[in-house]
Nanobody, 122 residues
Framework: QVQLVESGGGLVQAGGSLRLSCAAS????????MGWFRQAPGKEREFVAV????????YYADSVKGRFTISRDNAKNTVYLQMNSLKPVDTAVYYC???????????????WGQGTQVTVSS
């Protein structure tokens, strides 16, 4: 069992930066692939980034590639999402998720956090 708690969201102007954190409980955190997803009002949840549990391989949605960076600190049971050059279209609730598969599909993740709101003003 893994419990996930996101933090770091907030209001930022376009062009600004935020760093989201996702703290996990449970001693098996390091064995899970960790993903970030987001959901904007009236839209479906979409994949943002994933980091592998071993080797640290990463993969990003085209919409955030070059602007966002996912990382993890297994010693701290925490995964991060550094978001730079933010745009109003990045406004959404951001969720972290833990899963057995290295995947862009939300359905393949086993555990989810409660989400943190990111609002980017123009």
């Amino acid at each position: 069992q893994v419990q996930l708690v996101e933090s770091g969201g907030g209001l930022v102007q376009a062009g600004g930066s935020l760093r989201l954190s996702c703290a996990a409980s449970g001693r098996t955190f390091s064995s899970y692939n960790m993903g970030w997803f987001r959901q904007a009002p009236g839209k479906e949840r979409e994949f943002v980034a994933v980091i592998a549990w071993i080797g640290g391989s990463t993969y990003y949605a085209d919409s955030v590639k070059g602007r966002f960076t996912i990382s993890r600190d297994n010693a701290k049971n925490t995964v991060y999402l550094q978001m730079n050059s933010l745009k109003p279209v990045d406004t959404a609730v951001y969720y972290c998720a833990a899963g057995d598969r290295y995947s862009t599909l939300g359905a393949e993740y086993n555990y989810w956090g409660q989400g943190t709101q990111v609002t980017v003003s123009s």
